[in-house]
């Protein structure tokens, strides 16, 4: 008698007898696993090896630390990574305190309004900070900022008191645009909180203050520790924010500073050796956060959940609501109008007087601007590109991992998610001295964007589909083999089809996170092959603000159709869920 799972796979029923033929054991799909991990590993390795290498080679092939006299042995260049140490620790302590708040107010409260927070925590992640860094400039600019401007409208003041171009004012916008992360872990970890333990230390007499200090702060405290970890590493790689304001202000940085390595004369070892205590920094603080997110004992989860009443915190919800708004005001509302004002404005410091609306904007980057429109094409074809071959590498690593298809599955996921130990711009260094010269000679070329992209966000895909992929029952896929189906088969037909919104979900995730990279495509483009992000940074040299926010806003639009889509098709939160 037909098995119902044969003829829904199209299977020819196969005796029991059949699941020990040798055709199993030499499964033609596990060849094809094999060279998609040597593609990993020459993906990963490679550039990282190779930028070790690089800071310990002479110019005759010998080894020496001279590279690391010349990069350490100056004061700009220590100083600059001072600056990089002040200004990580600033930005964390901003974003924590702008994302803990919140995200309790918006787990654990009747604060009114909850549901626009976390849309507008969504938007904020949405907004590049690049470009957040550019709408921050025409409002808080110190001479002709819109935000100046009407500060001296309306107290007869020469000059308003606000600077971007300022340590304070780089360390805001970080912490504007990486407090998101801060929100979706500490909210993750209230969440997962029994009002019931709550109740139970009220009821032996503590003060709603000391119930949050002695129960639900010490419960969620590894996740926030972790996020505050991410957001300082997120501070310290981040190039262009720093590039934007810092430069202008002479304010340098890690990434500002090793960006000079790369003027003529080219300082490829110097830049390698440059590099490594950031390096460094990130893999030992990245090994802190997993160890403190490891500790599952300190968040109580119960067999049926637990009760999660929403608390009444009185007026001060209303309170906590302003604070919410604020923020949101400050990374997402006003950035938005003065982009919208500019982009379809003559000259952004008129304003909104009628005779300054135009669409020459819009009109110069889509027909008359041949570089910006190659620029937006580049953005979506290398987005493309590095989701799909992410989303493809993650399922192959996740199912050769978790299935111990291969030997040693534990070194093939380390090398999978090491890329996220390496900050953007020096995993963009690497790939520079891997492949920029012979024998590949792929510098200027869309293809070394793809790759480095491939590398870049090959974590995010792969954490994505291994968490959905262990809450898959293998016995489904163990009953295709014994029909006779192949590992190909088996993810065609099975792992694919039970897993599609999670795979929507990571290549969407990694597709808008592409478009909008910076760091890791700033020393990797050509004249032909630069994307959004590099150019806007070019522009915003020329002072060509008006078509910068008629960029920005295309952009924007693109993303926001993409993530509408992938609400669609993965889920409202796909964009803000982390496994």
Known sequence: MNNPLSSILKLPAQPLRLAQHPRRRLDPTLLVFVLLLLVLVALVANPILRLVWESLRA?????????????????????????????????TGMAMAFGVPLAWAVSRTTMPGR?????????????PP????????????????????????????????????????????????????????????????????????????????QVFRRVTLPLALPAIVGSAILVFLEAI???????????????????????????????????????????????????????????????????????RRPLDIGPFKWLLAAYGAFILLLSVALPLGILLQSAFARAWGKG???????????????????????AMLNTVLYALAAAAACVVLGIVVAYVTQRR?????????????????????????????????????????????????????????????GASLRSLNPELEEAVR?????????????????LRKSLIGAFMLVFVIATRELSTAVFLTG????????????????????ILSAMGIVLLLMTTVVVGIGMKLAGRDFMLRRH
Do not use: C
């Open 352 to 374: 909104l007087a009628a005779s300054n609306l135009t669409l020459a904007n819009f009109h110069y980057i889509f027909f008359e601007q041949m570089t910006v429109r190659q």
């Open 237 to 307: 790689s981040l190039f262009g924010t720093p590039a934007l304001l810092g430069i202008p202000a002479r304010i340098n940085v890690a990434t500002t500073q090793m960006s000079t390595f790369f003027e003529h004369p080219l300082r490829m070892g110097t830049a390698a050796a440059y590099s490594m205590p950031v390096l460094g920094a990130t893999v030992l603080l990245l090994l802190l956060q997993r160890r403190l997110l490891a500790k599952k004992g300190y968040v109580s989860v119960s067999g049926k959940g637990g009760e």
């Open 59 to 91: 110019g005759d092939g010998s080894i020496t630390l001279q590279h690391y006299a010349d990069a350490f042995g100056k004061q700009r260049n220590l100083k600059a990574l001072l600056n990089t140490l002040y200004l990580g620790l600033a930005s």
């Open 115 to 127: 549901q626009l927070i976390q849309g507008g925590v969504l938007a904020t992640f949405v907004m």
């Open 527 to 546: 004249p032909q092959s630069r994307v959004m992000s590099v150019l806007t940074l070019d522009m915003s040299e020329q002072g060509q603000y008006e």
């Open 405 to 465: 298809l291969l030997p040693f599955p534990g070194l093939i996921q380390f090398m999978a998610l090491a890329p996220f130990a390496v900050p953007g711009i020096i995993l963009a260094v690497g790939f520079y001295a891997a492949y920029a010269g012979a024998p590949f000679s792929l510098y200027g070329s869309g293809w070394l964007i793809v790759l480095a992209y491939i590398t870049r966000f090959l974590p995010i895909a792969a954490t994505t589909t």
């Open 130 to 209: 690049f470009l957040g860094a550019v709408a921050w400039i025409l409002l808080a600019g110190p001479n002709a900022g819109w935000l100046n401007k009407r500060w001296s409208e309306l107290t007869g003041a020469d000059g308003g008191p606000f600077n971007i171009f300022s340590f304070w004012g780089i360390a805001l916008l970080i912490a504007l645009y990486a407090f998101p992360l801060v929100f979706v872990f500490s909210k993750s970890a209230f969440d997962l909180i029994s009002t019931e333990m709550e109740d139970a230390a009220a009821i032996h007499g503590a003060s709603g203050r």
């Open 482 to 498: 014994i029909l006779g189906g192949g590992r190909f088969m088996v993810l065609r037909k099975v792992v694919v089809p039970l």
